[in-house]
Every structure is written in C-alpha cells, then in structure tokens.
C-alpha cells in the first residue's frame, strides 16, 4: 500500500533590491532566515566621476555570496537617465523644485525593476525602505513604519495597492539603530557603512554645478514682492523657496519691509526667496513673514488604495517635503489648507497626505504643488 505524498510547500521567491548599504544587506539576511527563496539584484543606475557604483555592486554582490543567494545586474542607466535625470533638468529649467527620489521610485524600484520581477515571476519584491504594509480587509496599506525620524513613505507615494500587496519591507518594525546592530551581530562587512545621501543612485552630488554644468547661467533680476528690482540672480535653477543665499542685493536698493516702511540694505532682516518668475526670468525674494503659506493647490493627485471616502470631511496631515513635519490639513478637490501657515511649500514638489488611524498613520497618496 502506498503512503500518501506529502510536499513542502514551495517557498516564496522574493527579488530583492541590493545597493550594497546596511540595510538592504540585513534584510537580505532576514528574509533568507524566515524562509524564502532571494535573489539578490543589483540596479545599476548610474556610473560617473564620484559615484560609488562600482564599490556598492561589490558589497552587494559580497553579501549575496556569503548567503549563498543568486545574484543579477539589472542595467537602468538609460533608463535612469532619461526618466529622473532628464526629469530633474527639465523641472528646474522651468522654474519648479523636482522630486527625483519619487521619480526614481515610481519608474525604476516600482516601475522596471517591479516590472522585470513579475515577468521572472517572483511573488514578492522586497527593498530596504523604511516603510509598512498594512493587510486589513482584503485592502493593503502603506503606513509608517516604527523608525519614523526614517520614514520614506513621502517617497513611495505613486506606489499602487497592486504593487504594495507584492512588495516587502523587512525594516519596517526596525529602527536604524537596531539594523546597525543586527548587521554587527551578523559580522556583515557594511555594518558600519555610511548612508548614501543626496539624489537616488547618483549620490551625494553638488547639485549647483550639477545644474551648472548642464543648463549653464541665465542672469536675471531679483525683485521684491512688489516687482521693484533690487538685486541679481545667477540662473533660476540654483534656487529653491525659502533659500535666504546666493543672490545679490543692490547696496543702494530701497524696499518696502511688511509695514510698508523703506528700509536699505544696511538695516534689513534677511531676504528668502519666495516665488519665481521663469516668464521674466525674475526671482522674487521676501521677508520672513512673506514665506509663510496656508494654501496651496496640487495636481496629478493619486491614491495608493482608494480614494479617501469623504475625503473633504476628513481630518488629513500632509507633509511637503520628506524630513517635514505632519502638518493638520483639509483638502477641498485640489486645494490644500492647512491648520496653520507654514513656510517652505515649493512648486514642484510633492504634497504627500496622511490619516491618523487606530492602526497606525496610513500615506494615502500625494500630488505635485503648484501655488495659487
């Protein structure tokens, strides 16, 4: 008599992103340890003077070795270059601030590198984001994760719920410190590796002669926010809302302080930039109370997993930029108010909404500023 065939349940294949850091290496190590079946791919994005592409590929590339794991090179550099880099150029020629994190989330991590993951048919990919899922009610969540001074959700919010309920974020009940410490207890070689900072892929990079060098200088004019000329600019590119630096004042310019009375140079607070004028190639610059906003309007709006029921009844947070504070909102189709002014909001960039819940803060999903 024959016995009854029993299997092990095949395991679960998990296409991991690996840069060569700290975290994507622990998770490497944590996703090999719950039982699933990794491979280790390395995105190669980008390769000029300064960057560290060939120094993380051999971390990766180590990591994988030493867990025995297959290991791929997925080559985006054309890719990279004409859907951020280009992004980036273009956005600031046209007097905007981009977002090329959330680009190179969106159309390479979420986009390509997703996109090859599935077409090889592995059931998940996983990166080393500081974000959380949330399974609840047949719906999948993007949440903020327990590290919330890391959260990278303002990055992750053209993810769609399809991709986020085959994605897996192994830190997100981790903080920095503890990953630190699991790579040491582990003996990986990156334990103490520095963060990459500054653009995705391309790095910690001088963004100035970054713009410099391609889109060169265009003077123009600085002008208060009355449209009297009081200084110069180098070129609208090399500046962003609320900069308070390199721009001329005139010596001899008198301008209207918030009471209406003249002031000179000599006797002014410090000037920000407040708004910019690429029809005139103008740069408008203010004082400290004139960068302070409460209304601001977004397009291109885009919901993770639904769109909010009753959303102009909801009491939302939103977040202008990744390292700013939740901020208490309303939002009216597309106008955005605020509970309270705030400085810094900068056309172009990404106004990311929140909703407070009992099981955690849920990204709802986001649009791109634009200033009314």
Known sequence: MNKESTSTPAKKRVALGMSGGVDSSVCAHMLVEQGYDVTGVYLECWRAPGCRSEEDRKDALKIALGLDIPFKVLDFKDAYREKVVEYFFDEYERGVTPNPDVMCNKEIKFGLFYDWAMQENFDFVATGHYAKTLHENNKTYLTIPADTHKDQTYFLYLITEDQLSHTLFPLQDLKKTQVREEAEKRGLHVSSKKDSVGICFIGDINVHEFLKERLGEKPGPVVDSNGVVIGEHTGLWFYTIG?????????????????????????????????????????????????????????????????????????LLVRIRHTGDLLPCTLTEQRVSLENTTKGIAEGQSAVFYLQTSNGVLCLGGGIITID
Do not use: C
């Open 243 to 315: 900069q308070r630096s390199g721009f001329t004042i005139n010596q001899t310019s008198i301008v209207k302080n918030s009471d209406g009375n003249s002031v000179t140079k000599h006797n002014i607070p410090p000037f920000y930039v407040i708004a910019k004028n690429p029809e005139k190639n103008e740069l408008v610059v203010g004082f400290g109370s004139e960068t302070m906003k409460q209304h601001f309007e977004v397009s291109n709006l885009h919901w993770i997993t639904r769109e909010p029921t009753s959303i102009e009844s909801q009491k």
